[in-house]
């Protein structure tokens, strides 16, 4: 029996709980310098002056250049790494000290005295009027003409703090010669720190190593190099000393790149019966102060706004503005939850405009099932799913029917708790960035096989998973393969962990390099043997031999060494899907909201892991949950934040989740042999709108139409009393 679609307990494990696996703060040795960042109090300015002590440090003592923006976002968004001339947001980094200790470096920072002339700041992005980006538009101006209704409206997909349980760090330790450094980085690209960091200081690529040790998650926001990381990698190598910095959870809220941040107004046509004719959306998107990629994902919006559904016309338009607020990155799911949440929440407005039933009115609008290319209005080429089958599948697991019958009870009774239930179905695009990653596998002397992978893990599992993927074609068990990633000196190349690519595509790789391993001993094998090579097979916990005389195997220690590395391209992307149903209870005295169930049936095609997959699932859905009820990123017109602490930016507990009911289907992708799609960024884009369409199905009663997220009990008490 394959050891593939078991769930194996996660190798990984044994080093987090007993502490073996240090974190990048877990490194830090006697003799490091710690660094404090002096940051803007004022969200918009002249940066007059800067003063301080002699471990001060600013951008005209380090002379660095000017952090490239992410293409295709303009040239003149250049970054400086310390401010220069201006601040632009709460949080700027202006200077930075250094100290024998984190508290002395604290104590120093307080020192720094920034004279600051305050500008007019822009808080949101429907006032600033500076386009840093603008997608390409789809442009039809008949788009709703043939509908007999139109549902129109305006919805807030809010910004979002990321809040991984480690914060930004990093350690940089100068090489013996002075001329090298040594990073240590909570990264999910080491890569990318490596070639950023090389060019800022002129170095060689090969004189920065980067390690990534244990990371504590990243949800994409730690999937590129940040100011702070170069800045403490040129302070490092100007004083020939370690240097490290420690993000505090306050500097995390303001400095780390937020997600979401869109403005989306909507138009949704259709048929009276429910037939959907025409979509038509315009989004403006807060790309914050320094746009970066966050400024280029409503290309994401744009290309999966049709969802699930056969939408015959559609009409977009994305604008991506500058504004006084911390910049906008990637945030689990990057784009493609914006485009869910408008979708799904039109569908509930034109169900209840129409007097349909929410699931009905989707099944009436669902493409077929397929596993051949479909293309959509957009461009996105989904490439198999069985969208009908999800929500069929979904709405049993749920008693759906049942659930509709409670509520009808409830609200003729007048109950204090209101019952609501959500539905929503979604698809996403997976294995985003180059669709080719890099892999190796050495068979090693004592008959072991190691591993080496382009990607960079952050809580997923991947050296249980490629070690699953190796041992299935080596026949060895996961405790004789040793799987390494995160090393820029071990592994020569890679494209990091994001865009829920890393199973596809690096697995995949694994997968093909294991394969070409076998072929070879094989080979070899046969030699030795005086037999066939295509007479060889893998005899289990042994190593090659004939087929059908278990007696002939060679062990895998007598064929080493054998290595193989390759870079394996898919070509294209996976498409994930699924649907999900939520249901809560409203008081209708309060409005507090409780979620008392949230049923999934998530489609990923083949699964490797099922326990890992589910706790890609479990954590996905906490984050799409706390979107819709709790999380904010709130600024005043004036620019400052509001939500800088965990007191005030309302992250959730397993307090407020209920125990998930995961189902799965399995769609196998025909784009790589494993047959896999991502599953990091699919229930967050599934649970956000099904919470959300099941508080104002509760609230439907009192007359409210919409709310936009976060659905806060003031909020929604608001509503029922206004």
């Given at each position: 029996m394959s050891i593939l679609g078991n769930s194996v307990l996660r190798v990984e494990d044994d080093g987090l709980l007993t502490g073996s696996r240090p974190f990048t703060a877990d490194l830090i040795t006697g003799g490091t310098l710690h660094a404090r960042f002096i940051r803007s109090s004022v969200a918009h300015g002249n940066l007059v002056s800067v003063s301080g002590g002699p471990s001060l440090y600013t951008a005209a003592s380090l002379e660095l250049p000017k952090l490239v923006p992410w293409p295709p976002t303009p040239d003149r968004y250049a970054r400086d790494l310390l401010a220069v001339d201006k601040v632009r947001y709460v949080g700027d980094p202006i200077a930075v000290v250094t100290g024998t200790s984190m508290a002395e470096a604290e104590d120093l920072a307080g020192d720094v005295y920034a004279e600051i002339e305050p500008l007019p700041p822009v808080a949101s992005p429907l006032e600033s009027d500076e386009v840093a980006f603008e997608v390409e538009p789809m442009v039809d101006p008949s788009v709703l003409d043939e509908a007999d209704v139109v549902v129109e409206a305006t919805f807030l997909n809010q910004k979002l703090a990321p809040v991984p349980l480690e914060t930004n760090s990093i350690l940089v330790v100068p090489d013996e010669d002075g001329e090298g450094l040594c990073l240590w980085v909570s990264t999910q690209f080491p890569w990318d720190n490596q070639a950023a960091v090389a060019a800022a200081l002129e170095l060689d690529t090969d004189r920065v190593r980067v390690i990534a040790p244990a990371v504590g998650g990243g949800f994409g926001a730690k999937g590129h190099t940040y100011p702070e990381h170069i800045v403490v990698a040129a302070i490092a190598h100007l004083t020939g000393k370690p240097v490290a910095w420690q993000e505090t959870r306050s500097e995390n809220l303001l400095n780390m790149t937020h997600g979401r941040a869109q403005v989306q107004h909507v138009a949704l046509g259709a048929k009276r019966d429910g037939t959907i004719t025409g979509l038509r959306v315009e989004v403006v998107a807060d790309a914050g102060a320094y746009p970066h990629v966050g400024a280029w994902l409503p290309n994401y919006t744009r290309l999966m706004c049709t969802g699930t559904y056969r939408i015959p016309r559609v009409a977009f338009s994305a604008r991506s503005m500058v504004t006084n607020t911390a910049p906008v990155g990637a945030y689990r799911g990057a784009g493609r939850p914006e485009a869910t949440a408008f979708l799904e929440r039109s569908i509930d407005l034109l169900a209840r405009r129409l007097d349909i039933d929410p699931v009905e009115i989707r099944r009436r609008n669902l493409l077929d099932s397929h596993n051949t290319n479909h293309v959509t209005p957009s461009g996105a080429v989904y490439d198999s799913g069985d969208y009908r089958g999800t929500l069929d599948l979904v709405v049993q697991a749920s008693g759906y029917e049942t659930l509709r019958r409670e509520q009808s009870m409830r609200r003729a009774r007048g109950d204090r708790w209101l019952l609501g239930i959500g539905v929503s179905t979604y698809i996403e695009v997976t294995g985003n960035g180059p669709t080719q990653e890099f892999a190796s596998v050495t068979i090693e002397t004592d008959g072991s096989a190691t591993v080496l992978s382009g990607v960079s893990s952050h809580g997923q599992g991947h050296q249980t998973t490629y070690a699953q993927i190796a041992g299935a074609q080596l026949g060895l068990p996961v405790d004789k393969i040793r799987v390494i990633q995160s090393d820029t000196a071990v592994v020569p190349r890679g494209n990091g962990t994001y865009g829920s690519r890393s199973l596809q595509l690096a697995g995949s790789a694994v997968d093909k390099a294991a394969e070409a391993v076998v072929e070879r001993a094989s080979q070899v094998a046969a030699e030795r043997l005086e037999a066939n090579p295509a007479d060889m097979v893998v005899y289990d916990g042994v190593g090659v031999g004939i087929i059908g005389s278990p007696a002939t195997a060679i062990s895998w220690a007598e064929l080493a060494p054998l290595a193989v590395e390759l870079d394996l391209d898919q070509g294209a992307r996976t498409y994930p899907s699924g649907a999900h149903v939520?249901?809560?209870?409203?008081?209708?005295?309060?409005?507090?909201?409780?979620?008392?169930?949230?049923?999934t049936v998530d489609d990923c095609g083949n699964v490797v892991n099922p326990m890992l997959?589910?706790?890609?699932?479990?954590?996905?859905?906490?984050?799409?949950?706390?979107?819709?009820?709790?999380?904010?990123?709130?600024?005043?017109?004036?620019?400052q934040p509001v939500t800088s602490t965990l007191l005030d930016y309302l992250a959730p507990t397993a307090q407020e989740l209920p125990t998930y009911e995961i189902n799965s289907m399995v769609t196998p992708t025909p784009l790589n042999r494993l047959g896999v799609k991502g599953i990091g960024e699919a229930t967050t884009i599934g649970s956000t709108p099904a919470v959300h369409n099941a508080v104002l199905d509760a609230l439907a009663p009192m007359g409210v139409e919409h709310l936009d997220m976060p659905l806060s009990p003031e909020k929604i008490w608001r509503a029922i009393n206004g």
């Open positions: 939520s249901v809560v209870e409203v008081d209708r005295e309060t409005g507090a909201v409780r979620l008392i169930r949230h049923i997959a589910q706790g890609q699932q479990h954590g996905g859905i906490a984050q799409g949950v706390a979107q819709a009820l709790w999380e904010e990123m709130v600024y005043t017109t004036d620019g």
